[in-house]
């Protein structure tokens, strides 16, 4: 066990950590334009690449450093890297596969300048807070076809994306992450990849494994993933990763998510996460539950004993993370269930 390990660890027996909130949300509150994505080094590129916010690594650096020192502030033990969409796969929609390498290392390093900055500025101890650096989804998945007409067709091959998760993992690691976040997951075949690539690259490089924080997504009421599994299928398919933490978030609000936290908490043998949205979306696509109802529910989840790390996704904001803080901070952690020997 290595010393980011065993600092997390040992703060997951004594208290519930709290994991920032929405990347995205923030970034659209800057109200940035197509200008301010491509700002002097990608002025002239040859196409449009306002939205790709993993660029803001090196286009806007002092606006992403700034929005995770929100988070600290709020009282964030976690603060995710801005590499959501980082690896070559996604990249692709901008031209910029080349980039992605580079956009990881720069992510990582401003959430730990961040962290240093903010414990220099506070008083607060460094040993308390950690940089995951975030590894998402992607735009293609091995599970499903995109082609209706050929349910058999796959748009991806598993080692194109193991591939590139291992280049993001690389630069995330290279950048100075301490925690590996597989997230918001709706085909496990891509966690899977995500797995072994984060296997093959510690493997390779003979480095202490960094703790891996995997988190799935329930897509709606029947309780299963985009892919079609059970909470409990998925928990089983990637346990072979040895996870600090399992979990849920992004596309329920926490009034929607409590009946599967209540389910993850009861098989779980590792530490469990939750990071809901900010209830669902209203008509216009955006998110109006406040920060004082989502701090109530998850703080009953708190309450009843189910949960170790809680934060934020789509919608959430610094005065959510502050008031998910305070509303479990008089609660103790699950504690990990007793392995029964067979």
């Known amino acids: 066990m290595n010393n980011i390990d065993s600092r997390l660890r040992n703060l997951l027996e004594q208290r519930i950590l709290i994991i920032d909130g929405a990347m995205g949300t923030m970034i659209q509150r800057y109200k940035l334009q197509e200008a301010d994505y491509r700002g002097d080094r990608f002025k002239n590129w040859h196409m449009d ?14 606006i992403i450093k700034a929005i995770h020192k929100e988070y600290l502030a709020a009282g964030a033990n976690i603060i995710e890297t801005n590499t959501f969409n980082a690896q070559r796969v996604s990249m692709a929609d901008y031209e910029m596969q080349a980039l ?63 591939d590139a998760y291992y280049e993001q993992i690389k630069g995330l690691v290279e950048g100075g992450a301490q925690i590996l976040l597989i997230e918001t997951i709706f085909d496990t075949l891509n ?7 984060v296997n093959k690259f510690f493997r390779d490089t003979r480095m202490e494994k960094l703790p891996v924080m995997i988190s799935g997504t329930i897509t709606d009421a029947s309780g299963r993933t985009l892919s079609g599994q059970t909470l409990e299928a998925f928990c089983i398919s990637v346990m072979h990763a040895n996870p600090i933490s399992i979990g849920l978030n992004c596309a329920l609000g926490a009034s929607e998510m409590r009946p599967h936290i209540e389910e993850l908490a009861a098989i779980a043998p590792c530490y469990v996460s939750a990071y809901p949205n900010a209830g669902l979306p209203n008509a216009m696509g955006e998110y109006d539950e406040t920060p004082e ?50």
Not at 118 to 146: I, R
Request: aromatic share 6%; hydrophobic share 45%; net charge negative.
């Open 49 to 62: 690449i306002k939205g790709n916010n993993d660029l803001l690594c090196i286009t806007q650096p002092d």
């Open 293 to 342: 109802v989502t701090a109530s529910i998850v703080a009953e989840w708190a309450k009843e004993g189910w949960v170790n790390m809680l934060g934020g996704c789509c919608g959430t904001t610094p005065p959510h993370i502050a008031a998910i803080a305070r509303a479990v901070k008089q609660y103790a952690p699950r504690p990990l269930p007793a392995l029964v020997e067979a």
């Open 100 to 162: 992605s390498y580079e956009i990881n290392v720069a992510a990582a390093r401003l959430a730990k300048e961040a962290i240093t900055e903010f414990c220099a500025e506070t008083g607060a101890n460094p040993d308390e807070h950690f940089v995951a650096g975030a590894v998402g989804p992607m735009n293609k998945t091995l599970s499903l076809s995109p082609n209706v007409n050929d349910p058999g067709y796959r748009a991806i091959t598993f080692d194109e994306v193991a």
């Open 191 to 197: 966690a899977k990849a995500a797995i072994y690539a």
